[in-house]
T-cell receptor, first 113, second 112 residues
Framework: DVKVTQSSRYLVKRTGEKVFLECVQD?????MFWYRQDPGLGLRLIYF???????EKGDIPEGYSVSREKKERFSLILESASTNQTSMYLC???FGAGSHEQYFGPGTRLTVT | GDSVTQMEGPVTLSEEAFLTINCTYT??????LFWYVQYPGEGLQLLLK?????DKGSNKGFEATYRKETTSFHLEKGSVQVSDSAVYFC???????????FGAGTRLTVKP
């Protein structure tokens, strides 16, 4: 079974702090994704990566950056957290191109106070 | 661009009731269509999928048929259980593309 893990299930940070959210997958998947999930808005893509050191902006990249130094790990960085970044963050991975399912981690619920 | 629209919730049903959650899509070409389910406190997991027109995806008693003529992929289950209480997301992925577009999600609550 594919496993996607996220470093924290719950996180509380203060406004202005730098926040790191980590995601690790164990199936040698090439593509990894970061979404945020908000009520009534579904999932919105923040960034994705199709290879080590490669990244592409999604629909809502403002206020976020990412890092992919190793194939199995994809990090989401909030350079200076703000209250409107309070959300559920979901990481996903997929093997390669094509219409395949994405495998999701359990999510990190981030609260910025 | 490509998008998915699903019925707003929440939906509350009694156990053994019939479930329909509507989903329509807008896409160029021939996307693949998915239903994901999110149980409380968990990430999303794939429930079923269909990759071409007239395909029927099915799993755990849930079914959805890819209808190109109506651009729809409605989720159905003949008899829901309390354990089906979750949020359901309709999604599409354009052909040969890893991009995934999700609907807003529909919360289902099944009461005993």
């Amino acid at each position: 079974d594919v496993k996607v893990t996220q470093s924290s299930r719950y996180l509380v940070k203060r406004t202005g702090e730098k926040v790191f959210l980590e995601c690790v997958q164990d199936m040698d998947h090439e593509n990894m994704f970061w979404y945020r999930q908000d009520p009534g808005l579904g999932l919105r893509l923040i960034y994705f990566s199709y290879d080590v050191k490669m990244k592409e902006k999604g629909d809502i990249p403002e206020g976020y950056s990412v890092s992919r130094e190793k194939k199995e790990r994809f990090s989401l960085i909030l350079e200076s957290a703000s209250t409107n970044q309070t959300s559920m963050y979901l990481c996903a991975s997929i093997f390669g191109a094509g219409s395949h399912e994405q495998y999701f981690g359990p999510g990190t619920r981030l609260t910025v106070t | 661009g490509d998008s998915v629209t699903q019925m707003e919730g929440p939906v509350t049903l009694s156990e053994e009731a019939f479930l329909t959650i509507n989903c329509t899509y807008t896409a160029t070409g021939y996307p693949s269509l998915f239903w994901y389910v999110q149980y409380p406190g968990e990430g999303l997991q794939l429930l079923l999928k269909a990759t071409k027109a007239d395909d029927k995806g099915s799993n755990k008693g849930f079914e959805a048929t890819y209808r190109k003529e109506t651009t729809s992929f409605h989720l159905e289950k003949g008899s829901v259980q309390v354990s089906d209480s979750a949020v359901y997301f309709c999604a599409l992925s354009p052909y040969n593309n890893n991009d995934m577009r999700f609907g807003a999600g529909t919360r289902l609550t099944v009461k005993p």
